[in-house]
């Protein structure tokens, strides 16, 4: 029998980390060991509510060699101390933490050459299918009229949404530009006629709506609709376990949700 990955979560008490806990309880591939906090948690010491046994939030970082993988959903500070743990014991690394300037994603690429590393800033898995199929559209399609429009909850501040971008781009790639060079973002009063190659983007905000994402991809006379729907945050967090599980044991390497896809397809 395969033995459980052993798994520190990084970002415990956040809402990210509070969902992980609660899955990787139920789930035999994983055996947790620790469940991290920021050194200013009121949580230090106090038992894991999702976890049986004596199991407690701590900001020690477990021995050398008993972790395979670290989930990490905690912030800058906390993913570099996960980042420096990892290169010293060749621990894998899962990390959907966001808002890095420009040096630190230097450091997290140079890393790649000594660790399994896969990041991502959206662990659904079916918005990486839907990530997979937009660039083959968009691919084979490089004539047509390309929008994406999301729709999210009303307290989210950003638009359009990381996730959002991150189609886009895929998109732009796909038909060998950038989004920076084709986004249009914004069209209100007499705007003249569409440009060609150029992507298009609407946004939502309303009520409690977990995430949606569309892409349209129009020529004459017929549409192409790809749709995303987020019904349950838990999606994200059951991602991001499917991927650390994957990346467990596997070679030094920059890997992301398209890889594992990959890898699941039949030879």
């Known amino acids: 029998m395969t033995k459980p990955v052993r798994l520190a979560m990084n970002g415990a008490t956040g809402r990210m980390g509070q969902a992980l806990l ?27 509510d999702a976890c049986a046994g004596a199991l407690a939030y701590t900001h020690e970082w477990p021995s050398a060699g008993s972790l395979d993988v670290i989930v990490d959903f905690s912030g800058p500070a906390g993913l570099a101390e996960a980042l420096t743990y990892c290169e010293s014991n060749g621990t894998a690394l899962v990390t959907g933490t966001t808002g890095l300037d420009a040096s630190f994603a230097q450091r997290l690429n140079a890393s790649a050459s000594r660790i399994a590393l896969l990041r991502a800033a959206n662990f659904s898995l079916g918005v990486a299918v839907l990530t997979r199929l937009l660039r083959q559209a968009a691919a084979s399609l490089p004539d047509w009229d390309l929008d994406i429009i999301e729709a999210h909850h ?53 009520g409690d709506v977990v995430g949606e994402h569309e892409a349209w991809l129009i020529g004459q006379g017929e549409r192409i609709e790809l749709s995303h729907r987020a019904t349950d945050r838990s999606i994200f967090a059951r991602g991001a376990l499917e991927a650390a599980h994957w990346l467990s044991g596997r070679g030094a390497g920059d890997y992301d949700l398209d890889a594992m896809l990959a890898d699941r397809l039949p030879r």
Do not use: C, H
């Open 22 to 48: 609660a899955l990787v309880k139920d789930d035999a591939r994983f055996t947790l060991v620790a469940a991290l906090a920021s050194p200013t948690s009121s949580k230090l010491g106090q038992p894991i």
């Open 154 to 206: 009303n307290r989210k501040e950003d638009a359009p949404s990381g996730t959002a971008l991150a189609l886009g781009e895929a998109a732009a790639l796909a038909r060998g530009t950038s989004l920076r060079e084709s986004a249009v973002y914004a069209r209100e009063g007499r705007v003249g006629p569409r440009q060609l190659g150029t992507i298009g983007f609407a946004v939502v905000r309303g």
